[in-house]
C-alpha cells in the first residue's frame, strides 16, 4: 500500500485537495469490489496545527504535521487561490520541506498551480513542467531553468508530476491511478466521476490576455494597434513602420516584451475574436473567418487550430451557449 501525504494550507483551492481525497478513496473502493486490497492510504499534512481553516467556508482536519512525515510514497501539493508571492512568503516551511523530501527521493506531484512550490524549492530545475493556464508566462518568467510547456495536462519527469488547470489535475490523478494500479482500474474511476481520461490538451480553455506585464510603452501602444484593426490588413512591416522603429528592432522588443513575435501576437488576437464570436454562434464559421480578418479557410482552419487545439467547428460545437442548451 502506498501512503500518499496531501497538503493541507490555508490558501489551499478546497477542489484540489477534496478532489484528490475523493478520487483516491474511489480508486481504493473499485479495488476492494473486485477483491483486491486498497492501494492507497491517505493522509492529510499541515505545517504545524492539525485543524486548518481554508480561506473558504471548509475545514480539514490532518492526521499529521510535517515533522511527523517519516514514511511516504508521493506526496501530493494543491493549487491555491492567492497571489503567488503571497502564498509562496507563507509557506517557505513547506518549501523547505519538499525540497528535503525531494532530495531524500520522494515522489511529488503538483495539482494544478502547486507547481509554484515544486519550482520555488528547486524541484523543477532543468526539468519540464504544466500548471494552470492564466499562471504559464507567470511561471517562465519567474523560473528561467524551468522549461514550461503551455499545451499540456500533465508531465512525469523521474518522479516529479505537474498537471494543468483546476480539474484537469484530476487527470494527473487518474494517471497516478493508472500508474500504480493498472489501466483498466483508471477506467473505472473515471467513468465513475464522468472524467475525458485521455484529454491531452487544455489549449481551448485560455483566454488571451494581452500580455501587457511590461514597460515598454512603445510596444504598448503597437499591441493597441493590433488589437483594435486586427480585422483589416496589415503586415509586421506595416507595424513596425507605425512605431517608427525598423522591422528587425521591431521585432525582438515586441518579444522581449510580450513573449510573442508581431505575427503570433497578431494571430492570436484574431483567433480571440474568433473564439469569442464562435461561442455566442451569432454567424456562420465563414463569416466569423473574415470578421477576424482572414481571407482563406485552410489558413484560418490552421492557425486556430495550432492556438487551440480543436478546429472552429469543434470549437463552436464544444461551447457555443445553443449547443449545450440543445444536448
Known amino acids: 500500500m502506498k501512503t500518499i501525504s496531501l497538503l493541507v494550507y490555508e490558501d489551499a483551492v478546497l477542489s484540489s485537495v477534496s478532489g484528490a481525497v475523493d478520487l483516491l478513496a474511489a480508486t481504493n473502493a473499485y479495488l476492494q469490489q473486485m477483491g483486491e ?3 492507497f492510504l491517505i493522509e492529510l499534512v499541515s505545517e504545524k496545527e492539525r485543524h486548518i481553516q481554508l480561506n473558504v467556508p471548509a475545514q480539514f482536519v ?5 515533522s511527523e ?3 511516504t510514497s508521493l506526496i501530493l501539493v494543491p493549487a491555491f487561490y492567492t497571489a503567488p508571492d503571497e502564498t509562496l512568503a507563507k509557506n517557505t516551511a513547506i518549501i523547505d520541506w519538499l525540497k528535503a523530501r525531494h532530495t531524500a527521493g520522494v515522489e ?3 495539482l494544478c498551480k502547486g507547481s509554484y512550490f515544486l519550482a520555488e524549492a528547486g524541484i523543477l530545475s532543468g526539468k519540464s513542467c504544466t500548471s494552470h493556464w492564466m499562471s504559464l508566462d ?3 518568467r519567474r523560473y528561467a531553468d524551468v522549461q514550461v510547456l503551455k499545451d499540456s495536462v500533465m508531465t512525469d519527469h523521474e518522479g516529479i508530476y505537474t498537471s494543468g488547470g483546476a480539474l484537469l489535475s484530476w487527470n494527473l490523478i487518474l494517471y497516478l491511478v493508472e500508474k500504480f494500479c493498472g489501466r483498466e482500474v483508471s477506467i473505472g474511476v473515471s467513468r465513475m466521476f464522468n472524467i475525458d481520461l485521455d484529454r491531452a490538451s487544455q489549449s481551448h480553455f485560455v483566454v488571451f490576455q494581452g500580455q501587457r ?3 515598454d510603452d512603445d510596444i504598448l501602444k503597437a499591441q493597441t494597434f493590433i488589437e483594435q484593426n486586427f480585422h483589416l490588413p496589415m503586415s509586421v512591416d506595416q507595424i513596425a513602420e507605425r512605431s517608427n522603429m525598423s522591422k528587425r528592432n521591431f521585432i525582438r522588443r515586441f518579444k522581449s516584451a510580450t513573449q510573442n513575435t508581431p505575427l503570433e501576437y497578431l494571430q492570436r488576437v484574431k483567433v480571440e475574436s474568433a473564439k469569442k464570436a ?5 454567424d456562420d464559421v465563414a463569416s466569423v473567418m473574415y470578421n477576424a480578418g482572414y481571407n482563406d479557410t485552410k489558413t484560418f482552419r490552421k492557425v486556430f487550430k495550432q492556438v487551440t487545439g480543436l478546429t472552429p467547428q469543434a470549437y463552436r460545437k464544444k ?4 449547443g449545450i442548451l440543445t444536448k
Open 138 to 140: 507567470d511561471m517562465q
Open 37 to 39: 486490497p486498497p492501494a
Open 62 to 66: 490532518c492526521t499529521k504535521t510535517l
Open 69 to 71: 512525515v517519516t514514511d
Open 278 to 282: 464562435l461561442e455566442k454562434n451569432t
Open 319 to 322: 461551447y457555443n451557449r445553443d
Open 108 to 110: 511529488i506531484a503538483s
Open 213 to 215: 506585464q511590461h514597460n
